[in-house]
T-cell receptor
Framework: AQSVTQLGSHVSVSEGALVLLRCNYS??????LFWYVQYPNQGLQLLLK??????LVKGINGFEAEFKKSETSFHLTKPSAHMSDAAEYFC???????????????FGRGTQLTVWP | ETGVTQSPTHLIKTRGQQVTLRCSSQ?????VSWYQQALGQGPQFIFQ???????GRGNFPPRFSGLQFPNYSSELNVNALELDDSALYLC????????????FGQGTRLTVV
């Protein structure tokens, strides 16, 4: 079974500060991991994905995440927050294995990022 | 823009009614997944369609049903609507063969009154 826990439902940072959004996963098989961003009244946009290649993954808009198997974590970071980063962020896991598909995702509850000027 | 389109964007229904939501998948994708996102929650997997057949289902009752058409577009049907069905319904398309990530549409906001 797969599941995701996002620590902190709300994170607030000042513009220019480091962004750190936490995600821990549970998976009975090697996982694929994703971060999605959702702006108000919109669908989900993929920020980045881990699919068993490099453990440090770079995504769009300056975000990156590091897969740490020993910690079962996939935290999202950005060195310098921008006002336009304010949104809801979702971590998701997908099973890798026979009969599975990247289309079936298990999401965390989300973290709302607020960026102060 | 992901190329995944959903209609309608907003919908208000009365408890007990039936609703049909539609999704056009991205070109080249053969798999459509549906998710329910309640207010303040992460999306929950409802079911997935691959080559016009259901290919996995989440923890949703049978009154949630779906279809996939030969052009890989899809419908989500919900019968006997309940107040708790009020949510954002998201459609995601992907390709099983190419093992691509899922691309999401803008969603349909369903309100049940």
């Amino acid at each position: 079974a797969q599941s995701v826990t996002q620590l902190g439902s709300h994170v607030s940072v000042s513009e220019g500060a480091l962004v750190l959004l936490r995600c821990n996963y549970s998976s009975s098989v090697p996982p694929y991991l994703f971060w999605y961003v959702q702006y108000p009244n919109q669908g989900l946009q993929l920020l980045l994905k881990y699919t068993s290649a490099a453990t440090l993954v770079k995504g769009i808009n300056g975000f990156e995440a590091e897969f740490k198997k020993s910690e079962t974590s996939f935290h999202l970071t950005k060195p310098s927050a921008h006002m336009s980063d304010a949104a809801e962020y979702f971590c998701a896991v997908s099973a890798v294995g026979r009969g599975s598909t990247l289309g079936r995702l298990y999401f965390g509850r989300g973290t709302q990022l607020t960026v102060w000027p | 823009e992901t190329g995944v389109t959903q209609s309608p964007t907003h919908l208000i229904k009365t408890r007990g009614q039936q609703v049909t939501l539609r999704c056009s998948s991205q070109s080249g994708h053969n798999t459509v997944s549906w998710y329910q996102q309640a207010l303040g929650q992460g999306p929950q997997f409802i079911f997935q369609y691959y080559r016009e057949e259901e290919n996995g289902r989440g923890n949703f009752p049978p009154r949630f049903s779906g279809l996939q058409f030969p052009n890989y577009s899809s419908e989500l049907n919900v019968n006997a609507l309940e107040l708790d069905d009020s949510a954002l319904y998201l459609c995601a398309s992907s390709s099983l063969r190419q093992n691509t990530e899922a691309f999401f549409g803008q969603g349909t906001r369903l309100t049940v009154v």
